[in-house]
Each structure stands twice: as structure tokens, then as C-alpha cells.
DNA sequence: ACCTCCCCGTGACACCTGTCATCCGCCGGC
DNA sequence: GCCGGCGGATGACAGGTGTCACGGGGAGGT
């Protein structure tokens, strides 16, 4: 019996995954979550084997948590379930320690099977998923550069963006000129997009 | 027995919503899909009563699929379920004919709770989000406004937009300078948001 | 020590953008 | 018929934006 803990924030496809992975007759659902930072000490307390975790959750983002998940509690395998497969998370996932990266895209019946095969040592990662996390490469993004972006990311005058971080507005630019010539964008606005996409920020 | 047609493009959040409802002994989901379009050809081949539509979804969104539904299979009543709590979606969800509108924040066990409502003839709307899309009022947006509100999303500059609807750079500034005005922001980027944010788009 | 890279800043310049005034044609309501 | 609202367009103007050149400081590598 394998023991799960599911981590989402939308309480109804939480309640539903769980539906659906107890159908499994080898499979447990042992504690579920609703935010990042509470996963390490549920893991812990419900004695959890396999983690699947989204990403997008208040408190910590889910690749953080299987980090956190990774040192805090060596053991337990996590299994990352996201909307977006932006290549970049599948690489920042397993850096942090994830043995599986997989899209909400993918047939329910397959994710058992995941389940299974994180829990006996193996890696799962959506093949075209890879592929393209190494088409795209690592993030050229300078570490100002991806927190400018994300500042951009809600189309904030530069003047704004400068106030809030506390530079000269000179230098904002300059950073984000940067960000638009490393991203092929022509505003700080869809360079902001399409890093968010590539999964920079 | 209450035959369910579900609709949703996330194979994974469709199947785990397949086996929560299934559990329940009075439901039957008799159809799913991934596609807007597809909903009402398989809710009249499956039979279905109430059709369970996720807003966001390709060919066809889940608003416009309940208006088809509405017109296409009378008897046959709509519920949206959504991720984005976004107040015009609730105004827009029941003038298109929907009975109902939940968010996928809602607890797992009121989903059938909701549906069986619907089933019954009654409306069943977030009590928060009915309150929300009272306060906000409809869309003050122009037509004109709304498409290239749309076109802005992105980050694109202006002389894109005016070349992907044929319009002078001129006419775009002044429509685009009128939807920042009935926004409330500061540039075309921030307006596009806060319209999608309200579901004005 | 030297080089490289990142970070921060200034100044200048061309271009883009948001705003306003003003015009036109069209349609629906009164 | 008149009027108001929408769509489309032009011109002008202030201010925002993207780019480039240049300088200075600090951290890390060889």
C-alpha cells in the first residue's frame, strides 16, 4: 500500500484526484493540503511515501516544496502535477529534487501508474516536456533581470517598477532592455510574458 | 440516477472529477470531453441531464457552450465550474442559461450537492461571487474596446494590434486610451488585466 | 593582478504611447 | 428631425520607453 499526499489549492480537484487514486486498490491517500508551506509537516505526521504536488499554491510554490520535501524528509518521493508544462519548471522540479514532473494534460488512468513508478525509485517525466526543457536550456536571465520581469509582469509603468524596488528608474530600463533582448520581445511587457511561459520567473 | 455529461480540457482534473461523482450512488456521468464544441452533440448522444463546463477550454468556452446547450437541448441544465472566481464570468455564465456556478475552490463534497440542485431546477451561485458581479455592474467596454483589450493581453505595441485588425495606429490609441479610462489604469497592459480579471473580455 | 560578469547609475536620442481636440459617417431612440 | 453613442480617422503634444555609450564598484575565476 502505497501512502500519497495531495497538495492543491483548488479544493474540488484536490477532493476529485483523491477520489480517483483511492479507486486504486494498492494506493492511500493519507493527508491532503492546500498550500505549499504545509506539506513537509503533513508529510510527516500522516507518514506519507509519495508527495504530488501542483505548483501553483499559496504560501510556497510546489518545485519549493519538494525541495523542502527533498531535505527535510529524505525518504519521501515527490511527484510534481502541474496546469502549465512550462519547460523551465520541469527543469527547476527536478533540480530541487523531484523524481516526476507531470501536466494535468495527461490521461487520469496514467497517473496511478506515475504514482507507482516514483514510488519504486524510478523518474517520470512527460517526454515532450523534456525535450523541449532541453531545446530552451537553462534561464539566461540575470537574477534583477527576472525580478524586474516579474514586476513588468502586470504591465506597471517603468516608473512604478523603479519605486517599488527601490532603484533609478535608468536602471530599470536597462535591466529590462536587457530582459527584452534576451527574450526576443519587442515591450517589457511581452518579454514578462514569455518568460513567465518558458517558465524564467 | 442523474446522468452527468462532464467538460473539461484537463484530462487529469476530468477523470478525477469522473471519480468523485461516481462515488455518489444517485450520479452517473454518462459523457465527457475536452472540447467546448463537442458538448452539446455528446450531451444528446449521451443523454445527459446536467452538463458539468469548465469555462476555460479550446473550440468553444464553457459560457457559450452552456448558451448552446440552452438553445440546442432545453430541458438540459448547465452548471460551471471554474477556476477563475472572476465576476462578470458569473453575469455572463447565467445570461448564456446557465442554473449554476461554482468555483473549483469550493469543497469536493458540495459538488454534488450543487449538481443534484441543479438537477432539481434551482440556481445554485457562489454567494461571494453573486455579491461581487452585483458591485461590479456589467462590462462598460465597447466592442471595439473588448477585441482590442484582447489583442493587448500580451504586451504587444501598438502598431501590431492595428495591423492585425486593420486599423489606423490612431484609432487603436483612442480606444485602448478609452479602456484605460473605464479601467482605472495607467497603461494598455494594466487595462487588459483588470478587464480579463473582471471577465470583461 | 587580471579579466569577466553582474549590478547600479547617468545622459542622450529616437521612437512609442496616452491624451485631447476635432472631424466624419452611421445607426437607434425619442 | 434631432441627438447621442459608437466606430474610424487625423494632428499635435507631453511624457514614457527602449537603446546605446559610458562610468564605477564588487564578486569570482585563472
Known sequence: MIRLLL???????????AALLDLESDLEVVAQVGRGDEVVEAA???GAEVCLLDIEMPGMNGIDAAAAVRRELPGVRSLVVTTF???GYVRRAIEAGASGFVVKDTPARQLADAVRRVHAG????????????????????TGRERELLTHALDGSPVSAIAARV???????????SAAIGKTGAATRSEAARIAQERGWL
Do not use: K, M
Open 7 to 17: 497538495a492543491d489549492d483548488q479544493a474540488l480537484v484536490r477532493g476529485a484526484l
Open 44 to 46: 510527516r505526521a500522516s
Open 85 to 87: 508544462g512550462r519547460p
Open 122 to 141: 524510478l523518474r517520470v517525466i512527460d517526454p515532450d516536456l523534456a525535450a523541449e526543457s532541453l531545446i530552451d536550456g537553462p534561464s539566461p536571465l
Open 166 to 176: 527601490h532603484l533609478s528608474e535608468g536602471t530599470v530600463r536597462n535591466h529590462l
